[in-house]
């Protein structure tokens, strides 16, 4: 009898595989530690989930090569987690489980090749030869290389044999050598997180005495907390009510009670203002520690260890911060909580709010999420008594809601006859508050120059080689790009359809917006905030440090603008067009609209100074723009809830977009054939099955898409009928990677 594990791998499937653990090694693989284990002719990475005795031999598993952790990684309770990720969201086991693990830094894949007996057969063709080419002669360098030891050798300093790289690979071609990869130690040091180096500075991090909504609040929490039981609190406060100030309270009860706390945030760019804070609120001793996939993989991996050995209490980060290490985990916190962010679009599909849900119960800790305008599933979960809903309903220090006015469009193009993006209501208003020496944000959101090019002649859009959607025209690199894939062309003088020469630009961007901005005021001291102009942190911080110290005047951006920052002296905020999402085939188009009115117009005003918002729009009827003017949540809730409950959509309905994909357009419509006969059944469940028809982007990165969108009553069916569905297209043979499940999906394209 020998030990017996269940590894995952980061591999694209849903199962987990049997390792032999090494008898007598040391450290013994247990579950929750990482280990190196062979797969077909690779070494990879995993992590051991369970392990139980049993007979090796019989059952022909292989051993596991080396361990790499001495400690467990994982928890028991991380584990079960990771598990529930999985089942819930159908995703690859071990693909969650490197979610869930810190990059490994202290193995790195190494090429072996070795020489076969063919290859030593053509090496003695080749010897016997009078005369050889180039090539010829780079392949006996090669093989000759094997000549005096037997065994295998690095494929490095062979790929610089000169014409070596090439040969290597028509080698591997003919059956002459053999290629696998092994897992060999680092033999560098790790980069070792210091929890006291200084900060780079401590902000003045001011105590406000709370006001009685925010007391009342942390008290809810406070008491939750002191009864040590899971609980869930809806922290529904209208933008700048000071939720922070409740978040740092709740953060410093956990502390007392010598639990840990975890904090997350939408966007990394939120990570850094938010840890200073809670650092000089806090102090050093809480070792307040930022996580987040952009950090460098020593950097990661170091801060992750010493969170996992207990040097921090308080983590701070982003979506993948859910899985830090933290033990005795008293709180979890959910900045933003509706954030499309959180959910994860690549596989492993997860929310990260709702696994910090699954995981506050697990370990017994309180959640609070928090936000201006909660998503309709929270708000729901608050109406059903399921959350408490604690509401902040004023701004702190009796500051008003900023006034909102919305610009009808089409009355000033009827007016002024011009199709520029701004109206001529904005541009008085922005040279307003130049002349008084305030700031403005302008909101444009969407990147690039133009929306894309199009042909006079024929009417075509210049369309992306890979995808099923027009190229966006971006000036200042000069080339037309795909958002989707990465693609770009150059801007063609004719049309590539019809080749005649009458293009034209269709569409404001935010790199145009910008252009117009400084044309009309070239005075003003203007930066642009979008993912073209800002390419590092460093970039972003700069702009908005020099935006916050008033160094700049107008701010005109994407999104990127309208989350959490809080300036003092923003008089004004223009949206350019609040209809861009409205247009979009997805059941969440008003909420994000509705969403993103309310979260910009909370960036006017939150100083002394009375704020202002202009908002562009096409549609001023629309419930969406008319309760996000007047920041009527509770208005647009029952407006949506209606609508969302007619259509059986979430809340009122767990739904799954499946999406069945290839390169083949035969293939793709096949298997989705194939996938509708399994599904067809489950109606009868009471399950509602749309499809397959052409998904909204019907072809994307190359590959042709199908989709399927299911809605049911109840979860369990919905996981259920899922996991039925996707165990018969692998037992049919349809490859896994080519049928997708996105559960809870934020975005149906
Ligand atoms: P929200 O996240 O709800 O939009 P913030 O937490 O950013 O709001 O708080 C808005 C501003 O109000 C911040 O500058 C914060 O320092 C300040 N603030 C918070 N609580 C109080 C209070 N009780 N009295 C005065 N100012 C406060
Ligand atoms: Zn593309």
């Not at 701010?555 to 809080?566: E, F, R």
């Not at 989705?672 to 399994?678: E, K, N, P, S, T």
Request: with cysteine; net charge positive; hydrophobic share 40%.
């Amino acid at each position: 009898m020998t030990e017996l594990c269940e590894v995952a791998l980061p591999v694209p499937l849903r199962s987990t595989f049997t390792y032999a653990a090494r008898e007598n090694t040391t450290p013994a693989a247990g579950p929750g530690m990482r280990v190196v284990v062979p797969f077909r002719n690779r070494a990879l990475v995993g992590v051991v989930l369970a392990s139980a005795h049993g007979a090796a031999e019989r059952e022909g598993v292989r051993e596991i090569s080396e361990v790499l952790d001495a400690e467990p990684a994982l928890t028991p309770a991380m584990i079960e987690l990771g598990r529930w990720v999985a089942s819930y969201y159908l995703a690859p086991v071990g693909e969650v489980f490197r979610a869930m693990l810190p990059p490994v830094v202290e193995v790195r894949a190494v090429q072996e090749l070795s020489r076969t007996a063919a290859g030593t057969e053509y090496l003695r063709e080749l010897e016997a030869l009078e005369e050889r080419t180039g090539d010829e002669r780079a392949e006996a360098a090669v093989l000759q290389a094997f000549s005096g030891e037997p065994g295998t050798k690095r494929a490095a300093p062979l790929r610089r044999i000169s014409g070596g790289e090439p040969a290597i690979g028509r080698l591997l071609r003919r059956g002459a050598l053999e290629a696998r990869v092994v897992a060999r130690r680092r033999t560098r040091a790790a980069v070792e997180f210091d929890p006291d180096a200084p900060a780079e500075w401590a902000p003045d991090a001011p105590r406000h005495e709370l006001n009685s909504e925010q007391q009342r609040a942390l008290d809810a929490v406070r008491a939750d907390m002191a009864a040590k039981e899971f609980r869930v609190n809806l922290l529904h406060g209208v933008t700048g009510s000071g939720k922070t100030e409740v978040y740092l309270g709740a953060i410093e009860s956990a502390l007392a009670a010598r639990r840990t706390a975890l904090v997350l945030v939408p966007e990394i760019a939120l990570t850094l203002a938010l840890s200073r804070l809670l650092e000089a609120r806090l102090g050093r001793e809480a070792g307040v520690t930022v996580l987040h996939s952009a950090l460098p993989d020593a950097e990661r991996s170091a801060a992750w260890w010493a969170v996992r050995r207990g040097a921090a209490r308080v983590v701070v980060g982003t979506r993948s911060a859910v899985f830090a290490p933290l033990e005795r985990l008293g709180l979890i916190v959910v900045d933003e909580e509706q954030e499309a962010s959180y959910k994860q679009e690549e596989t492993p599909k997860y929310n990260g709010r709702d696994a910090a849900l699954v995981r506050a119960k697990l370990e017994g800790a309180v959640v609070v999420l928090g936000s201006a305008t909660p998503s309709l599933e929270s708000y729901q979960n608050a109406r059903r008594g399921k959350y408490r809903l604690l509401e902040l309903p004023t701004r702190v220090a009796q500051r008003p809601l900023a006034r909102v006015e919305l610009v009808d469009l089409r009355e000033d193009f009827r007016q002024t006859h011009s199709t520029r993006a701004l109206s001529e209501r904005l541009r008085a208003a922005i040279a307003e508050r130049l002349a008084a020496g305030t700031q403005a944000l302008i909101l444009i959101n969407r990147r690039g120059y133009s929306w894309f090019q199009l042909c006079r002649s024929c009417g075509a859009a210049v369309q992306c080689k890979n995808c099923s959607i027009s190229l966006t025209y971006h000036k200042g690199r000069g080339r037309l790009l795909c958002h989707y894939c990465a693609y770009s062309r150059p801007v063609p003088q004719a049309c590539p359809k019809c080749s005649e020469r009458y293009m034209y630009f269709v569409g404001e961007g935010a790199e145009q917006v910008e252009e117009q901005l400084r044309a009309e005021f070239p005075q003003a001291r203007i930066a642009r905030l979008d993912r073209d102009s800002v390419r590092t942190q460093q970039k972003y911080r700069e702009i908005l440090t020099g935006f916050a110290a008033g160094e700049l005047d107008l701010l005109v951006g994407t999104q990127m603008l309208a989350k959490g920052h809080d300036f003092h002296r923003v008089t004004l905020v223009g949206v350019v067009s609040a209809d861009l999402a409205l247009g979009l085939p997805d059941f969440r188009a008003a909420e994000r609209t509705f969403q993103l009115l309310t979260q910009v117009a909370g960036r006017a005003g939150r100083g002394e100074l009375h704020g202002d918002v202009l908002i562009q729009t096409h549609y001023p009827e629309h419930y969406a723009i008319q309760y996000g003017a007047r920041q009527d949540y509770h208005a647009f809730f029952e407006r949506e809830a209606q609508f969302r409950r007619a259509m059986h959509y979430p809340p009122f309905a767990a739904l799954a977009n499946v999406i069945v994909r290839d390169r083949n357009l035969e293939n793709a419509a096949k298997w989705a054939r194939q996938l509708a006969g399994m599904l067809g059944p489950e109606e009868e469940r009471g399950l509602k099955v749309l499809g397959p028809a052409a998904a909204p982007l019907a072809r994307l990165r190359g590959e042709h898409r199908f989709q399927f969108l299911i809605k049911s009553p109840r979860r369990t069916l919905l996981t259920q009928a899922l996991t039925r569905a996707l165990d018969a297209c692998a037992e049919k043979g349809i490859p896994e990677g080519a049928v997708l499940a996105d559960v809870d999906p934020i975005g149906l394209m």
